[in-house]
């Protein structure tokens, strides 16, 4: 099984800690709910232990079944990302639905209303 070099942990953890940089930024801005935040905050964190701590990561490298560390860190952010898409489209089925219903109430109190013309 291959180990990651030094450049490529050294690389993996900037990255890490730019996103969690970026994360906190937007949450400070008000331009990310502190309800998603802590999602992104544990992926980095995650990220950083593995490649950091070799041990965890060569667990994970069998566990999986892969040869190389940089595929499983690949394997680990597309299910990650597939796991957030999941959940914006509940996030986006629930706010839709309750659009819809809102809708369809403002057309019936706009029906109950007599016109005041």
Same mark, same amino acid.
């Given at each position: 099984? %291959?180990?990651?070099?030094? &450049?490529?942990?050294? /690389? %993996?953890?900037?990255? $890490?800690?730019?996103? /969690?940089?970026?994360?906190?930024?937007?949450?400070? &801005? &008000?331009?990310?709910?502190?309800?998603? @935040?802590?999602?992104? +905050?544990?992926?980095?964190?995650? %990220? +950083?232990?593995? +490649? @950091?701590?070799?041990?965890?990561?060569?667990?994970?490298? @069998?566990?999986?079944?892969?040869?190389? $560390?940089?595929?499983?860190? /690949?394997?680990?952010?597309?299910? /990650?990302?597939?796991?957030?898409?999941?959940?914006?489209?509940?996030?986006?089925?629930?706010?839709?639905?309750?659009?819809?219903?809102? $809708?369809?109430?403002? $057309?019936?109190?706009?029906? &109950?209303?007599?016109?005041?013309?």
């Amino acid at each position: 099984m %291959t180990m990651m070099s030094p &450049r490529q942990t050294a /690389f %993996t953890v900037v990255l $890490a800690l730019a996103v /969690f940089v970026l994360v906190v930024e937007l949450v400070r &801005r &008000r331009r990310l709910r502190e309800e998603y @935040s802590w999602l992104w +905050v544990l992926a980095t964190a995650l %990220t +950083v232990v593995l +490649v @950091s701590w070799t041990p965890a990561l060569e667990a994970v490298i @069998s566990l999986s079944g892969a040869s190389k $560390a940089t595929t499983v860190i /690949f394997m680990l952010a597309i299910a /990650f990302l597939a796991v957030v898409c999941v959940h914006l489209c509940v996030k986006l089925t629930e706010v839709s639905s309750k659009t819809q219903k809102m $809708a369809q109430k403002m $057309a019936i109190m706009g029906k &109950r209303e007599p016109e005041t013309r």
